[in-house]
């Protein structure tokens, strides 16, 4: 390994170059590509004035379907595996369902539970680093964070185990699955078997299975994941898992259709409450999904031309990283099978100037610390990069600027 000092020397030479021109790069949210939204351009047409009919005859101008159409909760029945009625469709976010589903929790309590979380004190596990978005949401509500940190693709189990067994106001955990936004990392078996096993203090302890990126490969050997609400049933936890997804990075991020499932007490809970907020979701959209998409198979296809835009993105990531950074020690990150992100490491106590550093050359990154509950990130050293909006130039200079940045802390 080279010396350190020249190390950072060459690196700052480089980066005082990159602040004399500074750019404007952003590479901050896991936002679909124009190339890829134009994958999807055939559902602003896709139904004929005439075309307004499902296939049970429901008329999805109108009213009602709360549950969604039953051929979109056959789809996302198959992508889940789980029974089509145990699928109720959202409108366009998953977040909105996960959401609701915490913020009834408070207010009325869940199917098992001593009532209103509300009044109890709540608290929940956040494996992390994990997703900003899931952590916003707790703090919204006023449920307690707990950091759980990963051990390798899994969360600590152990901690977690240990947790969840002495302390009945923790009432459910976050995670992300599969292509866990930031890692890339996939749940072993060995994790979802124990997740569903595990003794839990508070009996309406609950897992928001938040499986985003279940169809969104980068490689044709994607992860396998066991399935967390069969497990549960296997364990007689049927109402541990509650499962959430979405097109949202399928066809349209602002557009496409939001699913969540789980046990028959799960569901009905949903939507003995959802029915005083809405008289139906949007099943005009849920038509045209279906009319696109048509099956697991048709999602699949699809997904293979999202992965031929992306794989390159993620390739230029991961050959300017070595390229710059390769085995100086400085950093290690991540080569995901699949999801949004690339996860990056600095040494302990870089990661938020390594940011600054960033910006002030006009690269905006996540904030550091973004990954983790109340945006503090205990080692102050991971980064979150998202590669997939920019085009491959902008991506290539953005990450020439962080690789550089990275650099500079050789001697810290
Ligand atoms: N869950 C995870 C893990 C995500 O990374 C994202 C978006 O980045 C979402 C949910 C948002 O999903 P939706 O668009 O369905 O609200």
């Known amino acids: 390994m080279s010396d350190p000092r020249m190390i ?4 700052r030479a480089r980066y005082d170059a990159f602040k004399k021109a500074p750019v404007s790069l952003d ?75 915490l913020a009834l929790a408070m207010a009325h309590g869940v199917p098992g539970g001593a009532g209103a979380w509300s009044a109890q004190k709540p608290r929940f596990l956040c494996p992390s680093p994990g997703y900003d978005r899931h952590f916003a949401i707790c703090e919204d509500l006023g449920i307690e964070m707990i950091l759980v940190p990963y051990k390798g693709r899994d969360p600590d189990m152990e901690m977690v185990e240990r947790l ?6 923790i009432k459910g955990m976050w995670l992300v699955p599969k292509y866990n936004n930031p890692t890339g990392t996939t749940l072993s078996d060995e994790c979802v078997r124990a997740l569903a096993k595990m003794e839990c203090a508070a009996p309406d302890f609950r897992i928001i299975w938040d499986n985003a990126y ?18 549960g049933v296997e364990a007689s936890q049927a109402d541990r898992f509650v499962l959430y997804s979405s097109f949202s990075k399928v066809t349209l991020a602002g557009a496409g259709v939001s699913a969540m499932a789980g046990s028959k007490a799960n569901m009905d809970w949903l939507l003995l409450h959802r029915s005083k907020a809405t008289i139906g979701p949007d099943k005009v959209n849920q038509l045209r999904h279906v009319r696109f998409l048509k099956d697991l198979n048709g999602v699949t296809a699809h997904m293979r031309k999202h992965a031929a835009i992306l794989k390159p993105k993620f390739e230029m990531v991961e050959r300017i990283l070595k390229r710059e ?20 490491d600095t040494k302990p106590g870089q990661a938020a100037r390594v940011c600054k550093m960033a910006a002030e050359a006009g690269l905006k990154l996540t904030p550091a610390g973004s990954a983790f509950p109340y945006r503090k990130d205990p080692q102050d050293q991971n980064i979150r990069i998202a ?21 500079c802390s050789a001697e810290a």
């Open 8 to 11: 950072a020397r060459e690196a």
């Open 27 to 101: 590479i901050t949210r896991g936002k679909p590509s124009a190339e890829q939204l134009d994958l999807s351009n055939e559902l602003l047409a896709i139904l004929k004035p005439s075309d307004f009919r499902a296939a049970d005859g429901t008329d999805c101008r109108n009213y009602g379907g709360l549950e969604g159409l039953p051929e979109m909760r056959a789809l996302f029945g198959a992508i889940f595996e789980v029974p089509a009625a145990q699928v109720v469709v959202g409108d366009n976010a998953s977040l909105t369902l996960m959401y609701e589903t």
């Open 164 to 169: 969840v067994k002495s302390d009945p106001r």
């Open 214 to 231: 279940v169809v969104h490969h980068l490689s044709e050997t994607p992860d396998a994941l066991l399935s967390g609400y069969a497990a």
């Open 325 to 344: 950074i390769g085995d100086t020690g400085l950093a290690t990150w991540t080569k995901p099978n699949g999801g949004y992100f690339v996860s990056l």
């Open 387 to 407: 590669p997939s909006f920019p085009p491959l130039a902008e991506l290539e200079k953005a990450m020439e600027i962080l690789s550089v940045a990275v650099l």
